[in-house]
């Protein structure tokens, strides 16, 4: 055994084939699972795709950082179900680019956020989590409540995401920035083109209570209203055959 490696570092070209081979036996245990991706992603028929609202909320999430402390991911473990709430599915993702599963959990994870809490709730915690959880270590995000959001290049955001694959049609581009300030909004007439363009369960709501502006912690309320309830596929599956 040694001497045939002792052998084989006397021999360039046997070297080099022999790294290849070794280096693609790697290759292929890591690229091998992909050919079954079809089967091992599930389905998930009433899945819809995040409003442009959310697109933008989900963009203040990322240049936040709150993924820094934050993961999005419940593993099939016994603790973090009865935590958290229902394993994460790889489905739940598919349209999340980037994805936000994270490593580190200085706050909870929040793969279940989604209708855990109200918007009040929300907008009282960004402003100053220590009002409503007197121990938190989490920074405050006042400045969201004044900052108006800017909407008018969300269309921008949704034909990018279309390019990596997101089942955004023209419509919803073209109307990408009256339905984030529709969403936001619910006595207008923005509201109902949310509806029918991304379906009648779209949350609609006026996120930070203030009618008189579209700010970002609207968005932000809105994309954290919905993380976890772009399907309910999770939910119907039977959690009790986690270790
Ligand atoms: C320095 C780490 C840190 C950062 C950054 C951070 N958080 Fe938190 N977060 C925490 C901690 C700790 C808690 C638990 C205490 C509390 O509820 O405030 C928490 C709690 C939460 C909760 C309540 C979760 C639950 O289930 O009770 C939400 C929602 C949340 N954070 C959202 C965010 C958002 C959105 C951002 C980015 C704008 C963010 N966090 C940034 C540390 C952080």
């Known amino acids: 055994m040694f001497n045939l490696h002792y052998r084989l570092e006397r021999n360039a070209i046997g070297f080099v084939v022999a790294i290849l081979v070794v280096a693609s036996i790697g290759g292929f245990v890591e690229i091998a699972p992909l050919f079954t991706i079809d089967e091992t992603v599930e389905k998930a028929p009433d899945m819809r795709v995040y409003t442009p609202l959310e697109v933008a909320g989900r963009n203040i999430y990322i240049r936040e ?38 490593s580190k959990r200085t706050g ?5 956020v989604g209708g ?19 121990e938190s270590n989490m920074p405050a995000y006042r400045w969201m ?20 694959g997101l089942p955004y049609t023209d419509e919803m581009i073209a109307n990408a920035s009256n339905d984030a300030i529709g969403q936001a909004n619910p006595d207008t007439d923005l509201a109902a083109g949310v509806a029918t363009r991304y379906g009648d369960k779209t949350y609609v709501a006026l996120f ?36």
């Open 65 to 102: 950082g709150c993924y820094a402390c934050h993961s999005q991911m419940i593993r099939t473990l016994r603790d973090e179900v009865e935590r958290y709430g229902p394993y994460s599915l790889a489905v739940e993702s598919q349209y999340d680019h980037p994805m936000l599963w994270g």
């Open 208 to 243: 930070d209570a203030d009618l008189s502006k579209v700010t970002e912690m609207d968005a932000l309320v809105a994309y954290l209203q919905v993380v976890g309830r772009l399907t309910e596929v999770a939910h119907q599956l039977p959690q009790d055959e986690v270790e």
């Open 108 to 112: 909870p994870d929040l793969a279940r």
């Open 145 to 164: 409540s004044e900052k108006l959001l800017r909407t008018k290049d969300l269309g921008g955001h949704l034909a990018a995401l279309r390019d990596v």
């Open 116 to 134: 855990k809490y109200s918007n009040d709730w929300h907008v009282a915690h960004l402003n100053n989590p220590r009002d409503v959880v007197p």
